[in-house]
T-cell receptor, first 109, second 119 residues
């Protein structure tokens, strides 16, 4: 079956760095997305990886290892507004998004 | 990025009534739109794929007679929850892929969501 695993909740300190991991098992693979979702709002796009390696975009970076079925989202210089859920989603062979349950990130002052 | 709107943002209805949710792509055309449902503290669950000019494709376990989808134009898809019951209370989100962005993939643009509460 298809499956996405990511931690349920993480806590970090303002100004610090946090890494949110995601492992996936899908029927075929056409890339991996990270979305940010604040409570009561729809998800917003953060990143897309389809090749192995690290993609950096400002304070956020995303990494992919296709051979390991593994990705992580790295958030630097954490701000209070980064408190949100972070959703990992893999695109399978039918170009259907398979969603993880999301990681709730709590930022403390 | 492209904008997708949803209306209404919140709706409260009595059990047994029907509720229509609209999803519009404001600055691009979308031949395909996706409808998701999200329960508290859970991930998005794809309910159906809405196709302009043809029937929607429903995911396994989703009742097509209960969740009516109409994609009458390239910018509008509607989801009607018929004979709503309290267990249908959820956060409904639509999304549309913009084929003009992203290159080899279709970036999904999400609507702001509709919070449905059935009493």
């Amino acid at each position: 079956g298809q499956n996405i695993d990511q931690p349920t909740e993480m806590t970090a300190t303002e100004g610090a760095i946090v890494q949110i991991n995601c492992t996936y098992q899908t029927s075929g693979f056409n890339g991996l997305f990270w979305y940010q979702q604040h409570a009561g709002e729809a998800p917003t796009f953060l990143s897309y990886n389809v090749l192995d390696g690290l993609e950096e975009k400002g304070r956020f970076s995303s990494f992919l290892s296709r051979s390991k079925g593994y990705s992580y989202l790295l958030l630097k210089e954490l701000q209070m507004k980064d408190s949100a859920s972070y959703l990992c989603a893999a695109l399978d062979s039918n170009y259907q998004l398979i969603w993880g349950a999301g990681t709730k990130l709590i930022i403390k002052p | 990025g492209a904008v997708v709107s949803q209306h209404p943002s919140r709706v409260i209805c009595k059990s047994g009534t029907s509720v229509k949710i609209e999803c519009r792509s404001l600055d691009f055309q979308a031949t395909t739109m996706f409808w998701y449902r999200q329960f508290p503290k859970q991930s998005l669950m794809l309910m159906a794929t809405s196709n302009e000019g043809s029937k929607a494709t429903y995911e396994q376990g989703v009742e097509k007679d209960k969740f009516l989808i109409n994609h009458a134009s390239l910018t509008l898809s509607t989801l009607t929850v018929t004979s709503a019951h309290p267990e249908d209370s959820s956060f409904y989100i639509c999304s549309a892929p913009d084929p003009l962005t992203g290159g080899d993939y279709y970036e999904q643009f999400f609507g702001p969501g509709t919070r449905l509460t059935v009493l």
